[in-house]
């Protein structure tokens, strides 16, 4: 994803998880206008997932090269 920060990454992992003990309490939760319930439970789950790996991918810093040689 190109131009998401490691700041803006995280601030959507927070969101999701937020929804994810929001609607395992029975409660809903809203995002952008769309309101969720336990039956989106896997909407969520998807999202937590995605994001998290984002966070992860950007957490590592750069490319890494094996076996290159430098010039």
Known sequence: M???TLVEAETHLSTWLDADKAVAKGQSFSISGKTYTRADAQVIREN???WDRQVK????????IFGGTPV
């Open 2 to 4: 190109a131009g998401i």
């Open 57 to 64: 991918r950007l957490s590592r810093g750069g490319i890494k």
């Open 48 to 50: 937590i997932e995605f």
